[in-house]
């Protein structure tokens, strides 16, 4: 299989785990504008006794009602350790501000773990993320774990790869009940589609801009957001 027919695959897989769930049932839709930085690097260069620990940091803004208020935000940092070229284990805590349609504005603080694995395939650059979550809401006393599975497609479409086509898709399965409203269960599903460009020689500072679908389980009724997404990665 090339890697045109392998990305248009992992495209029509991405998106088919996304649109069946919001048929299912009454959906409510909306549009916005989703901007985040991801910043990633070394404590020390590589050889030496700390070379490979890592350090992450990350940021989003999230804004509905096509993009004129306020729907999310949070920051991200991290720490982690090379296990070899391709795969790092990470660890880190999340402060999340989220202001819901229909609910008043809550704080959300999460701990993380998460193994991140890249490698080449057939033209392709192939990366998998496996997260674990401990979610502390203010508005309950439980602790709601969760796991997300990501895994991302890009593919160079210029001769030095200075820009590339990027698709993934995450999928979100809660792992318990809390008494602040999670629910165990496929919770959640997103789909992305987009274009990146890097802003180095190195491939190490890029930019993808392209459209999220965002479908969540809800009581009663589901959300389809579809969102712009403007991502930053910083690798240092």
Not at 36 to 53: D, K, L, M, W
Not at 123 to 128: E, N, R
């Amino acid at each position: 299989m090339d890697a045109s027919r392998l990305t248009t695959l992992l495209l029509g897989s991405a998106l088919a785990l996304a649109v069946p769930h919001g048929l299912a049932a009454q959906t409510r839709n909306d549009s916005g504008l989703w901007l985040g930085v991801i910043s990633t690097g070394r404590f020390a260069p590589a050889g030496s006794e700390v070379g490979n620990f890592r350090w992450w940091l990350e940021a989003q803004d999230r804004q509905r009602d096509e993009g004129q208020h306020f729907d999310l935000g949070f920051v991200r940092p991290g720490l982690g350790y090379a296990l070899t070229d391709r795969v790092t284990v990470w660890a880190g805590y999340g402060y999340f501000l989220s202001d819901p349609v229909g609910r008043a504005p809550f704080e959300e603080h999460r701990v993380w773990q998460q193994v991140t694995w890249s490698a080449p395939v057939a033209g392709l650059t192939l990366q998998s993320r496996t997260r674990l979550e401990e979610r502390f809401v203010e508005t309950g006393s439980d602790t709601g774990w969760r796991v997300r599975q990501m895994v991302k497609a890009t593919l160079p479409v210029t001769h030095r790869g200075q820009l590339f086509l990027s698709v993934w898709d995450e999928g979100f399965f809660d792992a318990n009940d809390t008494d602040w409203g999670q629910r165990q269960g496929f919770r959640q599903n997103r789909a992305f589609a987009g274009l990146g460009a890097f802003f180095d020689e190195a491939h190490t500072k890029s930019v993808e801009i392209g459209y999220v679908n965002q479908w969540i389980d809800r009581p009663g009724r589901d959300a389809m957001n579809h969102a712009l997404v403007v991502w930053f990665f910083l690798n240092f």
